[in-house]
């Protein structure tokens, strides 16, 4: 069956990068755009970005400057870099699986436990 | 960005009839797409494409609406439809979310 877990550092320090990884199991990434999307206490649930089954990606303008999304196909893993970090980006990070259609047919059928980030000092 | 509006709580009695709404600030054609997140969980997606079940969901979910106006109805409510429900547009860049309708079930 889809699964996808998230994993990565509980705790970043200001001004830092945010690695995190999401391994998946049960299809191949190569068939279907992953994405990331955060859930923060001052913003709610904000899409950052997502890469496709071919491997290039799209951002939110919000994160592009400091985003970074790239994947290992080889071990069926997808990877979010975010440099920069302020204590604003503290809070839930998700690796989900997007199912696509024609334009605008883009929703989120399986998603990772989530990862709980916290920036401080 | 697109502003997807949603009431901030409601509460309903089980057996009840609930409806969720959700308005974008701009049309979304109907690319518009429903999840239900409890506490502590990630969120689940119920509806997508406005109108059409995501599998495994009850037939208790429907959803309707197109353009700007969207809505989200639970019938009959259940106490394990305690959550909170979001709304996500996908037609224009970036996507975004709604700030989700806290369900209460008394």
């Known amino acids: 069956q889809v699964q996808l877990k998230e994993t990565g550092p509980g705790l970043v320090q200001p001004t830092q990068t945010l690695s995190i990884t999401c391994t998946v199991s049960g299809f191949s990434l190569t068939s279907y755009y992953m994405q990331w999307v955060r859930q923060t206490p001052g913003k709610g649930l904000e899409w950052m970005g997502f890469i496709r089954s071919g491997g290039s990606t799209e951002y939110n303008s919000e994160f592009k400057s400091r985003l970074s999304i790239s994947r290992d196909t080889s071990k069926n893993q997808v990877f979010l870099k975010m440099n920069s970090l302020k204590t604003e980006d503290t809070g839930v990070y998700y690796c989900?699986?997007?199912?696509?259609?024609?334009?605008?047919?883009?929703?989120?059928?399986?998603w990772g436990q989530g990862v709980m980030v916290t920036v401080s000092s | 960005d697109t502003v997807l509006t949603q009431s901030p709580a409601l509460a309903v009695s089980p057996g009840e009839r609930v409806s969720i709404s959700c308005r974008a600030s701009e049309g979304v054609n109907s690319y518009m797409h429903w999840y239900q997140q409890k506490p502590g969980q990630q969120p689940k997606l119920l509806i997508y494409k406005a109108s059409n079940l995501a599998s495994g969901v009850p037939a208790r979910f429907s959803g309707s609406g197109s353009g700007t106006d969207f809505t989200l109805t639970i019938d009959p409510v259940e106490a394990d439809d305690t959550a909170t429900y979001f709304c996500?547009?996908?037609?224009?860049?970036?996507?975004?979310f709604g700030s989700g309708t806290k369900l209460e079930i008394k």
């Open positions: 996500q547009q996908s037609w224009n860049d970036p996507f975004t």
């Open positions: 989900a699986r997007v199912y696509t259609e024609a334009k605008g047919g883009y929703y989120f059928d399986y």
